[in-house]
């Protein structure tokens, strides 16, 4: 009987134990569902883009999206602080032209008009430039200079302008005379007129220019910022 009530006692102690341990287990797995409610199951369902996890709207993929929405803008960042531009308000602002060497020029204005270039809109060269694009305001936008100086492809920065390219020559842009082109003649005159400037030559052409290279200038991210000021 001793031996009975000894075995008794041992197996209500072992479930004792055991239901105490089972318990303490319990209660761990409890507090760490709410810590982490994400089992490797639902860590796999993640993986394949699960709206839901154990009956439970996640919105993983979302902040995922707009997580890459500000690498890219953090993206745009870098690129604009890597060419000396940052949070500012002007294309002058942004731009370090110092560093670039510089030459004072007499720069005029014209437009694709009879009234610059002798040419009427039903003319079939209106409005195309000596290398062959077309005239265009914009981020780089065509000019006319003197070959022997700025050969075409030249790519000038001109403040209260922004940037050029020599796509154009004239007889009467001669030495250090530059042509800045405008859509208008009321935009040549309120705009610009005549100025003499300080213009700093970003890269030296090789003498051609063509209607991909003057799209790919125009299409730099980190100038979209601007464009609106210059083609508004």
């Not at 796999?44 to 999206?65: C, E």
């Not at 077309?134 to 001109?158: C, E, H, N």
């Not at 991909?212 to 210059?230: G, H, M, P, S, T």
């Given at each position: 009987?001793?031996?009975?009530?000894?075995?008794?006692?041992?197996?209500?102690?072992?479930?004792?134990?055991?239901?105490?341990?089972?318990?303490?287990?319990?209660?761990?797995?409890?507090?760490?569902?709410?810590?982490?409610?994400?089992?490797?199951?639902?860590?796999?369902?993640?993986?394949?883009?699960?709206?839901?996890?154990?009956?439970?709207?996640?919105?993983?993929?979302?902040?995922?999206?707009?997580?890459?929405?500000?690498?890219h803008?953090?993206?745009?960042?870098?690129?604009?602080?890597?060419?000396?531009?940052?949070?500012v308000?002007?294309?002058?602002?942004?731009?370090?032209?110092?560093?670039?060497?510089?030459?004072?020029?007499?720069?005029?204005?014209?437009?694709?008009?009879?009234?610059?270039?002798g040419?009427?809109?039903?003319?079939?060269q209106?409005?195309?430039?000596y290398?062959?694009?077309?005239?265009?305001?914009?981020?780089?936008?065509?000019?006319?200079?003197?070959?022997?100086?700025?050969?075409?492809?030249?790519?000038?920065?001109?403040?209260?302008?922004?940037?050029?390219?020599?796509?154009?020559?004239?007889?009467?842009?001669?030495?250090?005379?530059?042509?800045?082109?405008?859509?208008?003649?009321?935009?040549?005159?309120?705009?610009?007129?005549?100025?003499?400037?300080?213009?700093?030559?970003?890269?030296?052409?090789?003498?051609?220019?063509?209607?991909?290279?003057?799209?790919?200038?125009?299409?730099?991210?980190?100038?979209?910022?601007?464009?609106?000021?210059?083609?508004?």
């Amino acid at each position: 009987m001793k031996i009975k009530k000894i075995i008794e006692k041992t197996v209500l102690s072992f479930m004792f134990v055991t239901i105490m341990l089972l318990g303490i287990v319990g209660l761990k797995e409890g507090v760490s569902a709410k810590l982490w409610p994400y089992t490797p199951s639902s860590i796999d369902r993640l993986a394949d883009n699960s709206d839901t996890i154990n009956g439970k709207d996640v919105y993983t993929r979302q902040t995922n999206l707009k997580q890459k929405e500000l690498n890219h803008v953090k993206e745009v960042d870098r690129q604009i602080s890597s060419n000396q531009m940052g949070r500012v308000k002007t294309l002058e602002e942004a731009v370090n032209y110092e560093q670039y060497p510089s030459k004072k020029v007499i720069a005029t204005g014209y437009t694709a008009g009879v009234e610059s270039t002798g040419k009427t809109p039903d003319h079939p060269q209106y409005g195309i430039t000596y290398s062959g694009v077309q005239v265009k305001r914009d981020l780089y936008s065509t000019i006319a200079a003197d070959l022997s100086v700025y050969p075409i492809g030249t790519i000038l920065f001109i403040p209260n302008y922004g940037f050029g390219v020599v796509a154009d020559k004239g007889s009467a842009i001669t030495g250090n005379k530059i042509d800045l082109y405008y859509e208008t003649v009321e935009d040549v005159y309120d705009k610009w007129g005549k100025q003499q400037v300080d213009v700093y030559m970003i890269e030296k052409g090789n003498g051609e220019l063509t209607e991909k290279q003057l799209q790919q200038l125009n299409e730099n991210e980190a100038l979209q910022v601007f464009r609106q000021d210059i083609t508004g």
